[in-house]
């Protein structure tokens, strides 16, 4: 009997329900992440008050380029999170779990680094939205957010070479905005590609093929 091919949809709910599992593990993760986020936020509010010098931020005028920093932020967020949810959601499960492990590490630096913004900064950000303010904290700082998560969306999405460039892109153009705008020390922008270089690395193991993903199937096939 010859077989009827699969609609788009059907094979995307099918991708969904083999990996509900993942999915399902990598939200609790997303879960106490972001939980952790905002506690690590309220602290570093109440005691970050070192603001030292920085040498290319004297060098550099203050610009502001809020709407720049603001909305394409929230545009690659946007992206990064929608594009395995429409186009590979058998990967569902790693983009989740990257996001919610990038932010679990900056959490940890954040707590470790009680810094407050550098003096000049531009604050409040213009053009920013009460979603964006919500979700905003003045001294989480180290590192940069603004640069590291288009730069995980460059590093996951190696399939799709316009959403890289797009990615690595929105990366730069950020990181320059970050800094003519005195949000962030210099150091907080040039870490960031190293640090988003190792969740990146870890992530992969702990939610790829070798290892949520390996585990979970295994198990499967062994209840079968």
Known sequence: MKRVPQSRF????RGIFDHRQQITLSLFFAATAFV??????????RVG?????????DYLPVVDLSILYVWLFM??????ICY???Y???????MIGMLSLFTLVRSGFVVLTH????????????YSPALYDLFSFTNYLFFAGHVGLPFLGFLLYTHNYRLRF??????????????LMHRHYSIDVLSAYFITYGVYRIGNYVFGSHGLSSSLDKHRTLLR
Do not use: C
């Open 88 to 94: 590979q959601p058998t990967r569902i499960h790693l």
């Open 166 to 179: 797009f990615m690595l892109t929105s990366s730069i153009v950020l990181a320059f905005s970050a800094l």
């Open 75 to 80: 545009i690659t967020l946007f992206v990064f």
């Open 10 to 13: 059907e094979l995307w709910k």
């Open 115 to 126: 810094l407050s913004m550098p003096a000049g900064a531009i604050t409040p950000l213009t």
């Open 49 to 57: 008050n070192s603001s030292p010098p920085d040498l290319i931020l």
């Open 84 to 86: 395995p949810l429409v």
């Open 36 to 45: 952790l986020s905002f506690l690590s936020g309220f602290y570093v509010e």
